[in-house]
């Protein structure tokens, strides 16, 4: 078996982890809010958050670990390194092939709302880019 940097994996995860952090907190948190329709009440506990993020974290991984695997095949497949750069087009044709194409089936025939499924799909974009290129150029 070809070896799995499992550290470029950890910091993958954890990168995505504050990605998708500042994307629905500081930096946009309020438009995706909106976008989703969630209306707080001021009584949140951020403790009743850590089973939730728990689980987003695992998922983190998951995703690294998997485009890892798809990146060292494609790599080994072209008989190249890799590199920041195909670390990201790795990581825009997993994202354009699998996440764009499931996620919309919600739009489709959930009737999810375009304009939260668009914020989201560009979050996940920069987020799968970034993963990809950690992993690439690790």
């Known amino acids: ?20 952090f500042l994307f629905h907190g500081p930096v946009s948190g309020k438009l995706w809010m909106k976008l989703a329709n969630i209306h707080p009440t001021g009584n949140e506990k951020f403790s ?7 689980w987003n974290f695992v998922v983190n991984l998951v ?8 990146i060292l095949v494609s ?3 072209h008989h190249t390194e890799g590199s920041a750069i195909s670390g990201m087009a790795v990581g825009f044709w997993v994202w354009l092939s699998f996440l764009v194409t499931s ?4 739009v489709i025939w959930m009737g999810r709302s375009w304009k939260l499924w668009l914020f989201e799909a560009g979050c996940s974009l920069i987020i799968m880019a970034t993963m990809g290129s950690i992993l690439a150029a690790w």
Do not use: C, Q, R, W
């Not at 009743?48 to 728990?54: E, R, T, V």
């Open 63 to 70: 995703t690294a670990f998997g485009l890892a695997n798809i």
């Open 75 to 77: 790599a080994v497949y």
């Open 1 to 20: 078996m070809l070896p799995i940097n499992l550290l470029s994996v950890l910091v993958s995860a954890i990168v995505a982890f504050v990605l998708g």
């Open 48 to 54: 009743d958050m850590y089973g939730k993020m728990f």
């Open 103 to 106: 996620s919309s089936i919600e």
